[in-house]
């Protein structure tokens, strides 16, 4: 399965190279699979290779440029034409030659690259026939890698399995999924909060901060005094007009018991509990299932997932299965040097070592969540 998504660029010129470069480097989805200054060149790799996306930058004094446009357009490759003026003749004539999206230099353009990407590839769901699987993602006790699992868990859902995936950041406690991605989310919970009833049904999916094809992102603010504000009744509109765009929506909660932990944990199908090898984990994590149970979750969608078991010092694994009462879904490995390597990098460990074992067993926690699902 493809994780990355292909590009190849045309350029005309070496400053046009140097700011198509800096969009690239942004854009941490995206593998460059070759840049191309011979258009002929260009032409006869990109029908060859199929990548999926092309970078042309437009070059009006060039007139074989258009014809190689249309040509690519027809064979099914998606280019994005990417220019230094805003020219509306030039514009007019790169879209009648097939291209899907124009791309103009200036201070937005790294933003407007993303977004094109974004476009291009993110799957097309039937919002008639929609409903998102809700997984709830909570810890025993602080600490034991909720935020991790459920970045990580957002990322291969969406690029690796495909998945149209929604990450909710709803603890309350410090929402920081948007730190570990580096991202500053322009919208949060408190936009839609602060909007009358009215305007709530159309403007959930605008909340949304797009963090790469199939994954977005919906947390709470940061400011603790503007949590307060929010609540149970508003997140579960803004869940429930969200469904319809997604396959599956990760709430990662807090492991505190307030309104919006409740809300998640009562609103989702399946719980996923993280644990750490501690016996005071192990017995919070006990007390967890407990409630859950008395909240009326079928035990059969308990998902008990031990982090972190092969650190030193830990209970061991037929301990842990015995005191916990419940079957273990799967246990990740402990991996302070990769994982903290992409908190200070602002990616997913999962993109940065997907081959890592923390990584493939990612990769089987989705794997068998989606199973759960068909
Ligand atoms: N498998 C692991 N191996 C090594 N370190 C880990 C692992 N999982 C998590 N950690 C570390 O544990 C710390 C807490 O992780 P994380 O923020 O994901 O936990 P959390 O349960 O979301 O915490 P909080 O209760 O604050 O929300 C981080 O410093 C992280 O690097
Ligand atoms: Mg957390």
Known sequence: MKSKINVYVFYASQKGKDIIDRCLQNAHYLELKGMEKKLERFKTR????????LIIENNPTDSSLMPVLEHLSHAGLKCIVFSESNNSDQILTAFRMGAREFLIEGPQLEQSFKDAIIRLTE??????????????????????????????????LSHTFHQ??????????GAKDAFMLDLTPEKTFLE??????????SMAYQLLTHVSPNFSLLPLPENPADIENITAEQVQTV???????????????SHHLHELTLLGMDSARSLLLLIDP????????????????????????IHAVINRFDRKQALGPQQLVKTLGVPVFEWLPNDEKRLTQAENTGKPVYYTYPGCKYAKKIDQIADKLLETTT
Request: no cysteine.
């Open 164 to 173: 149209q995936t929604l990450l909710v950041d709803l603890d309350t406690s």
């Open 239 to 253: 869940l429930d007009n969200l469904d319809s765009h997604h396959d599956i929506i990760l709430l990662d909660l």
């Open 278 to 301: 501690t016996v005071i984990s192990v017995k919070a994590g006990i007390q967890k299932i407990q409630l859950m149970e008395k909240m009326g979750y079928d035990r059969n969608n």
């Open 46 to 53: 990109a029908l060859q290779d199929q990548p999926d996306i």
């Open 192 to 201: 839609f909060a602060s909007k009358d009833s009215h305007t709530h049904l």
């Open 123 to 156: 799957q097309r769901l039937d919002p008639q026939n929609k409903k998102a699987h809700r997984i709830a993602l909570i810890g025993a006790k602080g600490g034991v890698g909720v935020s991790h699992l459920s970045v990580n868990l957002a990322w291969t």
